[in-house]
Nanobody, 126 residues
Framework: QVQLVESGGGLVQAGDSLRLSCAAS????????MGWFRQAPGKEREVVAR????????DYADSVKGRFAILRDNARNTMYLQMNILKPEDTALYYC???????????????????WGQGTQVTVSS
């Protein structure tokens, strides 16, 4: 069965960096667009970043542009989210998700994704 497993979350101070990983199994990784989403308590799940099947297309939420970078390594079936200059408002449960796509751009809406990980908590203290 398909599994997406996130790791790399933790408790950090404002201004610090973290790198999240998403290890995929049970699917042909390069057939899937990927996304990072986050959900803070009391808020809806929101897209953070998206990446196309071979990494040629990436897109970011305005709130993280210039601070976060999404990457993927298809040889390792792994996606990453490099998060720099973290802010308290970045505190959330971060999820990775996969969507089987034929086009270039993976969607930005959560309900269009086929598979989800369990999430990894990122907490940024001020």
């Amino acid at each position: 069965q398909v599994q997406l497993v996130e790791s790399g979350g933790g408790l950090v101070q404002a201004g610090d960096s973290l790198r999240l990983s998403c290890a995929a199994s049970g699917l042909t990784f390069s057939d899937y667009g990927m996304g990072w989403f986050r959900q803070a308590p009391g808020k809806e799940r929101e897209v953070v970043a998206r990446i196309s099947r071979f990494g040629g297309y990436t897109d970011y939420a305005d709130s993280v542009k210039g601070r976060f970078a999404i990457l993927r390594d298809n040889a390792r079936n792994t996606m990453y989210l490099q998060m720099n200059i973290l802010k308290p408002e970045d505190t959330a449960l971060y999820y990775c998700a996969a969507v089987r796509v034929s086009g270039l751009q993976p969607p930005s809406t959560p309900h269009e994704y086929d598979y989800w990980g369990q999430g990894t908590q990122v907490t940024v203290s001020s």
